[in-house]
């Protein structure tokens, strides 16, 4: 693997406390202040050393996208302390390293890659967090399950051992139209409350489901408007990606 270093100069305290301004702003323009919206802060391509020193900036939060790569840092980022997350498209044969090093994994999309997690945390005797990835925007190259089949699947997955399905995750539509992107994160919220009142009703067992993880360095305005609990952020605190 040759993952990159940022210059020794880069600040990550300083871009971290940029984005938490960012963030607090947003969330009191959006009625929401004081609501505690968590920044994870996205990894992929960069080495060890500059995850953990993210996290040494007080990132506890980390997302990784490549398993190869979360294979390579797990170690460093265990001992420094993050909490990892799985943001990337998980194939089932590399479930094994997300059971080995993250604490939830956001990008479930299958009944089969559940299943496959749920095997290997009952092996490993742990439990796991889950969320469920939905494709809002439709756009074919997005992975994600219809927003259609979300709540089905989310129930389905509930049901498994050793899995705690704690939210839903997006990645936003592309595109620089503010109403366009907010719709797809609108949708990911009501998918998110049907499961919650649902839940209140005893129909599903889903009351654990409250995060809606969506919203990156480019629109995390748009995100916490429409209800982002956490959101992903990696050139604005990292730098720009190698
Ligand atoms: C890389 C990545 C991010 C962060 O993107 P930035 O635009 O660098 O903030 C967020 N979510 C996912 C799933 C990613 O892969």
């Known amino acids: 693997m040759n993952l990159a270093t940022p210059p020794a100069a880069h600040d990550y305290a300083a871009e971290l406390a940029d984005v938490k301004a960012r963030v607090h702003v947003a969330e009191a323009m959006a009625g929401r202040a004081g609501s ?3 920044i994870l802060v996205a990894t992929k391509a960069w080495a060890a050393d500059a995850a953990v020193g ?8 980390v997302g990784e996208s490549r398993m190869q790569e979360l294979a390579d840092k797990g170690e460093s980022l265990r001992d420094a302390g993050a909490v990892v997350h799985v943001i990337g498209q998980l194939q089932r044969n590399k479930a094994a390293i997300a059971v080995e090093y993250a ?3 956001q990008t ?10 749920s095997r290997l945390c009952v092996e490993a005797q742990r439990d796991l ?17 219809a927003p259609e089949d979300a709540l089905a699947l989310a129930a389905q997955v509930q049901a498994l051992p050793a899995l705690e399905v704690v939210g839903f ?3 936003g539509l592309n595109s620089p139209v503010e109403a366009d992107v907010r719709a797809g994160y609108a949708r990911l919220r009501e998918i998110r409350d049907q499961a919650l009142i649902s839940s209140e009703r005893g129909a599903i067992d ?4 409250w995060h809606l993880s969506m919203g990156m360095s480019g629109d995390l305005e748009w995100a916490i408007a429409e209800g982002a609990t956490m959101v992903r952020v990696g050139t604005a605190v990292m730098g720009d990606r190698p």
Do not use: H, P, Y
């Not at 967090?129 to 399950?145: F, L, P, T």
């Not at 889903?206 to 489901?209: E, F, M, V």
């Open 169 to 171: 995750m997006t990645i």
């Open 129 to 145: 967090q889950v969320m469920i990835q939905v494709n809002v925007s439709g756009e074919e190259s997005k992975a994600g399950v």
């Open 103 to 105: 604490a939830c994994v």
């Open 108 to 117: 479930v999309d299958s009944l089969k890659l559940a299943e496959r997690l």
């Open 206 to 209: 889903l009351s654990s489901a």
């Open 36 to 38: 505690g919206v968590q």
């Open 54 to 61: 993210a996290v040494r900036a007080g990132a506890r939060l």
